[in-house]
């Protein structure tokens, strides 16, 4: 049996850690290096500093093949090298890269042959920089194979373990074989690819994701303008072979840590390179719009929403997850700060307090409800599905849902007595809501 490379990975982040503790599931040793030593700390004693569905079991059933570090030394020896650390964006929409040229400049002059496998997601033509650097510095016996991520957070376990691809961009022959037979277990399809066209894989497989949502959630807004209903829509179109269902599901658009920053980078590196990204720069204008939907919502039922109390049911970007980066909640909490509201939010497991000054947080889904004018589902936790309840009405002030995810069934939430408004789908009517002197009904924004 061919003996496994040790393995060292760069970044001990959501792709850090599930990169770690699946290579180690499937039998390599494998030390992850961070810069934050708290971080460290916690993984050491057994404590996943994230919420990611099945990580903690994961690193813990494979704790004899898996170390963390702060120490460089203790990484550099291994023969292949993952690079999974923050590509943040910078002012200019840019990717910061930063910390992907610490891991460059602060490699030794190595002896040994080794490989640096970049699976942060970088702007088209790193990977070209990062060879001539690696050259410059008498490591040109360092490979370097650009092997992008597609993970999704709260199921990143079970896509790294089951990809649909894995592609693999390399510069010459023999390190694309040996970074593809890391996944050799995993019987995954391998797309090899030159470098820059494997950076552009990633950028582009995230952008076309985008788009599709841009594209229902305008669809939506027409349904909603023209009496259709969006989920029937979806599921309709969906069923062609040729567009298929996923990523058809109307909303308030997306947040994370990707998509954002990703397609912003996208766009500003096809600009930066004298292209102008039509399409790219309206699905991310539709989506910044598509946030503040939830505000013409409420206004519409509310009138002013100055003094009224709005819950914010779900703060994470996404269900599964604790990552707050980019996350509408927090978008949708600072409109209705600026318009005068009491805003009450849960979330199960995302801690926004240091992000949202002025926000009164709770700690179960009653109390955020309890007085409210309107309780908002921002986010799709399973906890929400049976909001409609009679114990939710009684808490209330006045029963007006707006579901910003469609979690809802708007017969079943209007039979239990709701004012429920989804997203591209029938409204109730205006006069549903008992009439407060404050309301001045207002049409959508
Ligand atoms: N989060 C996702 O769902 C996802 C999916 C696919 C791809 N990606 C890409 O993968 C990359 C990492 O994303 P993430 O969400 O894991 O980021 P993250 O911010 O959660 O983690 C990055 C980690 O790298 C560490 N770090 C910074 N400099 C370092 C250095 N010199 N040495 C060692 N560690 C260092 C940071 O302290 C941090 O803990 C990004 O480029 C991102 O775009 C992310």
């Known amino acids: 049996m061919k003996e496994k490379p040790a393995i060292g990975v760069f970044g001990a ?31 050491r004693d057994g404590r996943v500093p994230l919420h990611e569905p099945g990580l903690g079991e994961l690193l813990e059933q494979n704790r004899e093949r898996l170390a963390f570090t702060t120490e460089l030394d203790e990484i550099v020896s291994r023969p292949i090298l993952f690079v999974c650390v923050g590509t943040p964006p910078t002012y200019s929409g840019d990717a910061d ?17 080794a490989i640096l496998v970049m699976k942060s997601t970088v702007p088209v033509g790193t990977g070209e920089k990062v060879r001539a650097a690696l050259d410059a510095r008498g490591l040109a016996h360092v490979g370097y194979v650009s092997n992008p991520e597609f993970l999704a957070e709260g199921s990143a376990v079970r896509d790294f373990m ?15 074989e040996v970074v593809a037979g890391l996944y050799e277990p995993l019987e995954a399809s391998v797309v090899r690819a030159d470098v820059a066209s494997a950076e552009m894989i990633k950028l582009a497989a995230n952008a076309f994701l985008m788009t599709r949502i841009s594209f229902i959630n305008e669809i939506a807004n027409v349904c909603e303008a ?19 269902p996923h990523f ?8 994370g840590s990707c ?13 930066n390179s004298g292209y102008h990204f039509q399409l790219l720069s309206a699905v991310i204008e539709v989506n910044d719009l598509q946030k503040r939907r939830v505000i013409g919502k409420l206004e519409k039922h509310l009138g002013k ?17 604790d990552d707050l980066r980019e996350a509408p909640s927090l978008v949708l909490a600072s409109r209705l700060l600026a318009e005068g509201a009491e805003v009450r939010a849960w979330d199960p497991v995302a801690d926004a307090s240091r992000l949202l000054q002025g926000v009164t947080f709770c700690g179960s889904v009653l109390d955020a409800v309890s007085g409210a004018d309107a309780a908002v589902i921002v986010t799709e936790w399973d906890e929400l599905q049976g909001l409609a309840s009679e114990e939710v009405r009684g808490a209330m002030r006045n029963a007006l849902i707006v579901d910003g995810r469609n979690l809802l069934d708007p017969e079943h939430a209007r039979a239990a007595g709701f004012v429920y ?21 207002q049409l959508e924004a």
């Open 13 to 43: 982040g959501w792709v850090g850690l599930v990169t770690g503790a699946c290579f180690a599931e499937l039998g390599y040793d494998v030390v992850v290096r961070d810069v934050i030593p708290e971080r460290i700390e916690q993984l």
């Open 226 to 244: 023209t009496g259709a209903d969006v989920e029937q829509v979806a599921k309709g179109v969906g069923l062609d072979h040729r567009l298929g």
């Open 162 to 176: 089951n990809p649909d691809r894995v592609v693999v961009g390399a510069f010459a022959e023999a390190d694309s």
């Open 259 to 271: 998509f954002p920053k990703d397609g912003v980078a996208l766009k500003q590196l096809a600009s």
């Open 421 to 441: 408004e989804g997203i591209g789908r029938a409204a109730s009517p205006l006069e549903a809501l008992p009439e407060t002197e404050e309301r001045e009904p």
């Open 305 to 321: 929403l100055r003094g009224k109390k709005v819950a914010l049911l779900g703060l994470a970007f996404k269900p599964n997850t």
């Open 248 to 255: 058809l599901r109307a909303g308030i658009g997306w947040g």
């Open 97 to 113: 890269l930063s910390a992907v040229w610490t891991v460059v400049d602060q490699l030794p002059a190595l002896q040994e042959r």
